[in-house]
């Protein structure tokens, strides 16, 4: 019979000890070629979803360039008729509007002169108190007061 010695022992347990981590490290590995693989068809399937979205991204970025241009132009020919209205009021104030505040001062004048204070003249209007930003009618005040 033969006897087992220590170094035999040894020598089984270190080659069992191998055979389980070549084990291990193979599974290990087999599992990181599946999620690279997984990556790789995820990595593909995004590329090719992708490349329709910029393209679209790119159109509307230069549909929102054109709609930009084209509320500039209006904007500048707001400005322009801005500025024609501006100049065209200030002309028609200018020529008109001293004489006829004149004639409507010459008017009254001749109203008052005339006829004192005439009946479509009305009496003068109650004052109103402002409260708190608000404004109270003659009539509520005097109300208030007997309260």
Do not use: C
Request: net charge positive.
């Amino acid at each position: 019979m033969h006897t087992v010695s220590g170094g035999e022992v040894a020598g089984i347990l270190v080659a069992v000890f191998w055979a389980i981590l070549v084990s291990f490290l193979a599974v290990a590995l087999a599992r990181l070629a599946q999620t690279l693989k997984a990556t790789t068809k995820l990595v593909a399937d995004v590329t090719d979803q992708a490349v329709p979205l910029l393209a679209d991204a790119s159109a509307a970025v230069r549909s929102a360039q054109t709609q930009i241009d084209r509320v500039d132009s209006i904007a500048s020919d707001v400005q322009e008729v801005t500025s024609n209205a501006s100049a065209l009021s200030t002309t028609v104030a200018s020529t008109f509007g001293g004489p006829l505040v004149k004639v409507a001062a010459f008017g009254y004048g001749v109203r008052r002169a005339l006829g004192g204070r005439g009946d479509d003249v009305p009496a003068k209007a109650p004052r109103r108190t402002v409260i708190v930003g608000r404004t109270v009618p003659a009539a509520r005040r005097k109300n208030r007061k007997k309260d």
